[in-house]
């Protein structure tokens, strides 16, 4: 497509309970980037996959958070048992590839609030 | 931890004035990054700044890498509404091989009529 896609786009969950957050790359893109941004902060890293491995996952706040890429090209970010510190908006993003100076395109997010 | 500090953290303005944020950190960043970001959106790349003391131009908007690439700027000239949103600056480490980015703290600017 033309654009990052994220879907869905508002998600409200009961504590305790699991959500899968869907993320559709621009086409091509090697690089794929989950983010979270907290309510008026910046987003903070998450996890990163070039084509479908999961190279770096040192941002994911707990054993909790799981991000998948099978096939290289749609992610799946997975949280379990969500908790109220869960609510944020996700942010996936992907570029052409992982090296500098390239750009890189951010998808609308998904907006999570956990009650 | 490399930490980005933006100033300031709310910048309210009428139409027509000037304006400078700061972007600031202890950390030398290999190159870096401003987004523009709207409400229920994602960031949108406005810039990449690569080389120690490069200044880039974008109609009314300069922005200027430091020399020593710790600190950048945002100069937006003459601001009109639809300049409002949420500036942020990211940095790209120098090590690794994933070009995560370490987002600054964010200032929100409003410019009104």
């Known amino acids: ?115 | 931890t490399q930490l980005l500090e933006q100033s300031p953290q709310f910048l309210s303005i009428q139409e027509g004035e000037n304006l400078t944020v700061y972007c600031n950190s202890s950390s030398v960043f290999s190159s870096l990054q401003w987004y523009r970001q709207e409400p229920g959106e994602g960031p949108v790349l406005l810039v990449t700044v690569v080389t120690g003391g490069e200044v880039k131009k974008l109609k009314r908007l300069t922005f200027q890498f430091g020399d020593a690439r710790k600190d950048s700027s945002l100069h937006i000239t003459a601001a009109q509404p639809g300049d409002t949103g949420l500036y942020l600056c990211a940095g790209i480490g120098n090590t690794g091989t994933a070009s995560k980015l370490t987002f600054g703290t964010g200032t929100r600017l409003q410019v009104t009529l």
């Open chain 1, 1 to 115: 497509g033309a654009g990052v896609s994220q879907s869905p786009r508002y998600k409200v969950a009961k504590r305790g309970q699991d959500v899968a957050l869907r993320c559709d790359p621009i086409s091509g893109h090697v690089s794929l980037f989950w983010y979270q941004q907290a309510l008026g902060q910046g987003p903070e890293f998450l996890t990163y996959f070039q084509n479908e491995a999961q190279l770096d996952k040192s941002g994911l706040p707990s054993d909790r958070f799981f991000a998948e890429r099978p096939e290289g090209s749609v992610s799946t970010l997975k949280i379990q048992r969500t908790q109220q510190e869960d609510s944020a908006v996700y942010l996936c993003a992907s570029s052409l590839a992982g090296w500098r100076p390239y750009g890189y395109t951010f998808g609308s997010g998904t907006r999570l609030t956990v009650v």
